[in-house]
């Protein structure tokens, strides 16, 4: 029977371990599903669902000598998992303001509380080393809308971040 | 009026380039019927291009008057519409009926100007702005064999490319 397993390698970042993990993954029988890779910091890092017949003991093998090679560090998951179900956000909110520890942290917690679900977030620091700047763009769905979230994130823009919410409208034609 | 199976992606025939309509004829006149038909059986859709339907002439549907709060030129049945001027540009978020469960972000133009015709081969001009603009412009991408997978962009690069990139 087939499964899902979720896939997260990390390591340091080089040309090529997308293909060779894909390579390894193929010809030891796996079909990939959803996958997601980021630069994090010089760090390659990727997370991706694969379906196989094998057990995870046997998937550890077949990416062990792999990770020996690229010195990459692989966690596997058996999952529950389905394909065709996303689910479309109807809020992007853009956060920006100069770097210091917390932002993700409040801005995350008063939408959480707010009900707001998260579907994809991206961060990244930006500026110079003397002074960073932090950005991250959010999206998601908002079951009360947007002007639900604006009270709740209020507050926030009174310590110096900058938050502008943008309704999303998938357009389907 | 008859509801017509829509193509879907990778189905080749998406990628085919529609003609001129030459006959402003009942025949036409029916179709447009069932492509209306067709559109409206499918919940949010607010635009529909015949070759999506496995009709290969110049013909696209838009109607976004059911979304609050949007300028709009109510219903407009687009025989063969050519645009005639854009400005702008806005990245806004797509999805197609030709390509279930993707969505993805498209820079499009955001003011335009379009000629077309109506069923009785009349000219008409619209003005169109924003997510009506956007879903024109969708629609006539279909005309031309091009869905939005061939224009959409990361959403990694949101960030760089926002309202009025020229």
Redesign the interface.
């Known amino acids: 029977m087939k499964r899902w397993y979720m896939l997260t390698v990390v390591g340091a970042d080089r040309p090529g371990i997308v293909a060779r993990l894909s390579e390894t993954l193929y010809h030891g029988g796996c079909n990939l599903g959803e996958a997601s890779m980021a630069r994090l910091g010089g760090n390659f890092s990727i997370m991706l669902m694969a379906q196989t017949d094998t057990d995870i003991e046997a998937l550890r093998l077949l990416l062990a000598p792999l990770a020996r090679e690229l010195n990459l560090h692989v966690h596997l998951d058996r999952i529950e998992a389905q394909l065709h179900e996303h689910v479309e956000p109807n809020l992007r909110i853009t956060v920006s303001g100069a770097d210091r520890a917390g932002i993700v942290a409040e801005v995350t917690g008063a939408l959480a509380r707010a009900g707001f679900n998260i579907l994809d977030l991206y961060s990244d620091v930006a500026g110079t080393a003397a002074k960073p700047i932090y950005v991250m763009i959010i999206d998601g769905f908002a079951p009360q809308g947007a002007e639900a979230l604006e009270a709740a994130l209020a507050p926030l823009r009174k310590t110096g971040v900058d938050l502008r919410l943008t309704p999303l409208d998938t357009l389907i034609g | 009026m008859a509801i017509l199976e829509v193509l879907r992606y990778p189905d080749a025939r998406l990628k085919q380039v529609s003609s001129a309509v030459v006959e402003f004829d009942e025949r036409l006149h029916r179709f447009a019927a069932d492509l209306e038909a067709t559109m409206r059986a499918?919940p949010?859709?607010?635009?529909?291009?015949a070759p999506q339907v496995n009709y290969f002439q110049r013909i696209a549907l838009?109607d976004v008057s059911a979304?609050p709060k949007l300028p709009h030129n109510g219903r407009m049945l687009l025989i063969n519409p050519v645009i005639l001027e854009q400005h702008g540009a806005v990245v806004?978020?797509?999805?197609?009926?030709s390509v279930?469960?993707?969505?993805g972000n498209v820079l499009r133009a955001e003011r335009i100007v379009v000629r077309s015709h109506d069923l009785d081969g009349a000219p008409h001009e619209y003005r169109c702005q924003g997510?009506e603009a956007?879903?024109v412009l969708?629609?006539l991408d279909h005309l031309d064999g091009l869905l939005f997978l061939d224009r959409v962009e990361s959403?990694?690069q949101?960030?760089f490319r926002r309202k009025n990139y020229k």
């Open positions: 499918s949010g859709c607010v635009g529909l291009a838009v979304k806004g978020r797509e999805g197609c009926l279930p469960d993707f969505t997510y956007r879903a969708h629609e959403p990694r949101d960030l």
